[in-house]
């Protein structure tokens, strides 16, 4: 399974109608994150979930459910968390 695969795998509980990765890393060689093997991403997500949560919230059940992956392939990410009605 590729990153982003496993990347959907691991959202698929917040059931997203959409998901986008961008993968930014190649703008950060030389970083240090970059250095350890992680990547910079920025992801696009709308789910129903959100309604209701704050930004705060919402980024808390993006890293939730990415779990490991924070702490490894993924150094840094920017997240845009919408719910189908802000879209």
């Known amino acids: 399974m590729n990153f982003e695969e496993e990347l959907r795998a691991r959202?698929?509980?917040l059931a997203a109608q959409r998901i986008e990765l961008i993968d930014d890393s190649a703008l950060h060689a030389g970083h240090e994150g970059a250095k350890g093997g992680g990547?910079?991403?920025r992801l696009l997500i709308v789910a129903a979930v959100f309604a209701g949560k704050s930004t705060v919230a919402r980024h808390r059940l993006v890293?939730?459910?990415l779990?490991?992956?924070m702490r490894g392939r993924i150094h840094a990410l920017s997240i845009k968390s919408l719910t189908?009605?802000?879209v």
């Open 84 to 86: 189908p009605d802000e």
């Open 67 to 69: 779990g490991d992956l």
């Open 11 to 13: 959202l698929a509980p």
């Open 63 to 65: 890293y939730d459910a």
């Open 39 to 41: 990547g910079h991403y």
